[in-house]
């Protein structure tokens, strides 16, 4: 059968309007959480992290909302923009090992202009 | 300040080939990390250094090695490439300070194809 990795969430807004990506996160345990925003051909871009002790959390037109009752996190772009289109990757750390993230699939966005 | 670099671009090898992935951070970072990307999936660890010195392994690291060569430099090496190991390579680094929850920052990436 097919991977599940071929097929990958897909989101699709117009100029203007405010997306919401979400992510549901592997481990409990888990303190620290990262989106990254990676563009074709590039490397994943950091967008905004959040510590476990925090529900939300705003940066320059961006909002991260975790919510530790259902293992989720979101990304929230507001006026979201052509310039936005790209594929969306949670990341979550935990236990003692230093910075070993672990990825989620990945969310492509695209804007429509 | 060019950040995280990586050379090649892009590679071609044939089975059994053997190469070398470069890795340079100039934001005087502690950890550095090697990952793999496949087509439609996030990012999987295949390395890992902390600091310059140690270095651990990460969810995938059969077929590779690596090098902490001192605290700018972290190389990847395929030392028999397989068909299998066709993906495009990020190299991060995460510092200055050391401290467990600080964020990556990625290279540009490396893909490697092998015939």
Known sequence: GE??????????????????????YSNSASDYFIWYKQESG?????????????????????????????????LQIAATQPGD??????????????GKLTFGQGTILTVHP | NAGVTQTPKFQVLKTGQSMTLQCAQDMNHNSMYWYRQ????GLRLIYYSASEGTTDKGEVPNGYNVSRLNKRE??????????SQTS????????????????QYFGPGTRLLVL
């Open chain 2, 88 to 103: 495009v390579y990020f190299c991060a680094s995460r510092g200055p300070y050391g401290g467990r929850l600080e964020t």
């Open chain 1, 42 to 74: 590039k490397g994943p871009q950091f967008i905004i992290d959040i510590r476990s002790n925090m529900d939300k959390r705003q940066g320059q037109r961006v909002t991260v909302l975790l919510n530790k009752t259902v293992k989720h996190l979101s």
């Open chain 1, 85 to 98: 289109s790209a594929v969306y990757f949670c990341a979550e750390n935990f236990g003692t090992s230093y």
């Open chain 2, 38 to 41: 496949d087509p439609g999936m």
């Open chain 2, 74 to 83: 972290f190389s990847l090496r395929l030392e028999s490439a397989a068909p």
């Open chain 1, 3 to 24: 991977s599940v990795g071929l097929h990958l969430p897909t989101l699709s807004v117009q100029e203007g309007d405010n997306s919401i990506i979400n992510c549901a």
